[in-house]
């Protein structure tokens, strides 16, 4: 039986620790981290962290979800970099789209019995 490694929840934690880190000190101790919004910054990293997925995901062959979490990150940079108004209201709907993507498919997996781990293993 082969052993696998879950990194997923990892990835997302730290994410998750270093956007709120981030917005914590914006908020507490200056607006800005070296000289960036901490605001945006916070975001730049959940769309890193989408990214970190999208590259995960397709290293062990689960194209669904990396294309789920590839979304996601292209919304991000859409949302970040969008120069208009239409830029940055198709960077949420592929945000949109892409989290209920995930969230079909992460269901369907664990449903069907698949060999993805869930949560409390």
Do not use: C
Request: neutral net charge; hydrophobic residues 50%; proline residues 2%.
């Amino acid at each position: 039986m082969a052993e696998t490694v879950d990194l997923q929840t990892p990835v997302v934690g730290a994410g998750l620790v270093v956007a709120i880190g981030l917005l914590v000190y914006g908020r507490v101790v200056s607006e800005t981290v070296v000289g960036i919004d901490a605001a945006v910054g916070a975001t730049w990293v959940l769309a890193a962290t989408f990214a970190a997925l999208a590259a995960i995901h397709a290293s062990v062959g689960q194209y669904d979800l990396t294309l789920g979490h590839g979304g996601g990150a292209v919304g991000w940079l859409l949302v970040l970099l969008g120069s208009t108004g239409p830029h940055v209201a198709l960077g949420l709907v592929l945000l949109v789209l892409s989290g209920g993507y995930i969230a079909i498919r992460t269901r369907r997996r664990r449903d069907d019995g698949s060999k993805e781990p869930s949560a409390g293993r």
